[in-house]
């Protein structure tokens, strides 16, 4: 059951690492905050029409904070990083969530600290920047904040996630779509201030923000936040190293790019630290007095 909830949170990320190469090859030029904003707010509000569920009490400001830290202000960060850095620069960045997270386990959810998930992030990491970083990577103080803090917000708002869970007889459906919205309500202003709308939209560009829309949004975070309710956080945090490593195989096989040695070997490093971040680790209890009930031995799971 593990497994499935796994490889089924994992179609999210995968998803998430398409958005590239739709956005350079279907999308028109220098509109990153209108995708972010079709990702968004159509797809939250669509959501919010199917379930027909609204937050309830601390729900509604949970919902605005949740959307802000995992939408809103992800991807405006995540686009300025973009901008300002080479793309392998600004993978490597967002392939350190796995080592915020770690810390924010400790931080925020008052666990010990996840030295298991430090190990494998160290592996993904690595193995993300043989991927796509390159020797003349140039860098830019402000271009490197953002990355982080776009990479730190997303951190922060899964871990928030888990802690928060979810209200009782809310569907995963609901969930996503009360964050979409938020997200994209916070998401509006900053577009129609910052960048507009294109003046025009041939078929291809719709094609690419109903991909984005439907897939990158609705059945992604749908996928993703259902995920961080049932999934270990360790096993989940590593699996955002799928979202790069998805574009860069998409690059191979759609656009022709080819991998050296080196990026090989980037990627099977941090194949293992995903799959590795699966194994669960079994931690044995004291062996009851002698007069008291033996209980069954039980697996935690960080």
């Known amino acids: 059951m593990h497994l499935r909830n796994t490889l089924i949170t994992a179609i ?25 904003l079709v990702r968004a707010l159509p797809a939250g509000l669509i959501a919010l029409a199917l379930a027909r569920q609204l937050p309830q009490g601390n729900w509604w400001w949970k919902s605005l904070v949740l959307g802000i830290l995992n939408i809103g202000a992800f991807f405006p960060l995540l686009f300025i990083a973009a901008y300002r850095l080479p793309g ?14 770690a810390v924010l386990v400790v931080a925020i959810l008052r666990q010990s600290a996840p030295w298991r998930l430090v190990i494998w992030g160290i592996v993904g990491a690595l193995g993300v920047a043989l991927v796509v970083l390159r020797a003349s990577a ?12 776009g990479t730190a917000s997303m951190a922060l708002g899964v871990i928030l996630s888990k802690h928060w869970g979810k209200p009782p007889a809310v569907s995963a459906l609901s969930y996503a ?4 919205t938020a997200g994209g309500l916070f998401l509006l202003p900053i577009t129609l201030l ?33 995920g961080i309710r049932i999934v270990p956080i360790t096993s989940i945090a590593v699996l955002g190293l799928l979202s790069p490593l998805t574009a860069a195989a998409l ?9 050296s040695l080196l990026q090989l070997l980037g990627f099977a490093l941090a ?17 009851p007095e002698v007069g008291q009930p033996v209980s069954p031995q039980r697996t935690e799971l960080v």
């Open 251 to 259: 690059g191979a096989l759609l656009l022709g790019e080819r991998f």
């Open 88 to 101: 392998g620069v600004a993978a490597t960045l967002g392939a350190a969530q796995p080592l915020i997270v």
């Open 12 to 36: 999210a990320p995968i998803a998430w690492g398409t958005t590239y190469i739709v956005t350079t090859e279907l999308l028109p030029d220098d509109h990153p905050l209108f995708a972010s």
């Open 177 to 180: 779509g009360w964050l979409l």
């Open 138 to 149: 140039q860098l830019d103080t402000l271009g490197l904040l953002a990355g982080l803090g």
């Open 194 to 226: 910052a960048e507009g709308f294109p003046a025009a939209l041939d078929a291809p560009a719709i094609a690419g923000y109903l991909w984005l829309g439907v897939v990158g949004g609705i059945v992604a975070y749908s996928l993703w936040f259902r």
């Open 271 to 287: 194949l293992t630290a995903i799959v590795g971040a699966q194994i669960p680790t079994h931690r044995r209890h004291p062996a």
